[in-house]
């Protein structure tokens, strides 16, 4: 069975500081997506990155770095200089190859609070 | 803009009354899910349709059932709703199933039960 953990519940940062969101993973595939997403108070869940089981990687965009360690089974997320703006639920998750059922379905972690002080 | 839109954002019913919750897109994808997500947790996938075949998750309530009538749309049915069901509803899209297939998300609706 797959399963995603995020411990931090809650995390807060002064404006421009910088702060990394963890997630670990369990899974028994060789063949899986990892995601993350942010839940601003609106409600939508917004797409941020995917990242395959083979590409290690690292990514950069603006702001937003992951970093992929799959010896360790982790896929955490910093984001540098943040801004209030970042404000927000952010929920990693895990997509296997098949989950059965007929279902190819995300299983999210319980997500990070963050606040971004002014 | 393509897009998944909710209606309504917010809804309001009494214990046991029927409720409709509705999820339409522009994207013209082939995969429509429904999630339910209750305060402070994660999203839980109650069904998707691939097209037309509707896959109900295991563990899913029969209190929920869905109905897809076309590729657009897509309505989530609470036959009596209880306390419990109280969350906001989800409604996500995808090309096709895969774990390439990224999943895009509507705002949801917040279903208060009273």
């Known amino acids: 069975a797959q399963k995603v953990t995020q411990a931090q519940t809650e995390i807060s940062v002064v404006e421009k500081e910088d702060v990394t969101l963890d997630c670990v993973y369990e899974t028994r595939d060789t063949t899986y997506y990892l995601f993350w997403y942010k839940q601003p108070p609106s409600g939508e869940l917004v797409f941020l990155i995917r990242r395959n089981s083979f590409d290690e990687q690292n990514e950069i965009s603006g702001r937003y770095s992951w970093n992929f360690q799959k010896s360790t089974s982790s896929f955490n997320f910093t984001i540098t200089a943040s801004q209030v703006v970042d404000s927000a639920v952010y929920f990693c998750a895990l997509s296997e190859a098949y989950s059965g059922a007929g279902s190819y379905q995300l299983t999210f972690g319980k997500g990070t609070k963050l606040s971004v002080i002014p | 803009d393509a897009m998944v839109i909710q209606n309504p954002r917010y809804q309001v019913t009494q214990f046991g009354k029927p409720v409709t919750l509705s999820c339409s897109q522009t994207l013209n994808h082939n995969v429509m899910y429904w999630y339910q997500q209750k305060s402070s947790q994660a999203p839980k996938l109650l069904f998707h349709y691939y097209d037309k075949d509707f896959n109900n998750e295991a563990d899913t309530p029969d209190n929920f059932q869905s109905r897809r009538p076309n590729t657009s749309f897509c309505f989530l049915d609470i036959r009596s709703p209880g306390l419990g069901d109280a969350a906001m509803y989800l409604c996500?899209?995808?090309?096709?199933?895969?774990?390439?297939?990224?999943?895009?998300f509507g705002p949801g609706t917040r279903l208060t039960v009273l």
């Open positions: 996500a899209t995808s090309k096709g199933l895969g774990t390439t297939n990224e999943q895009f």
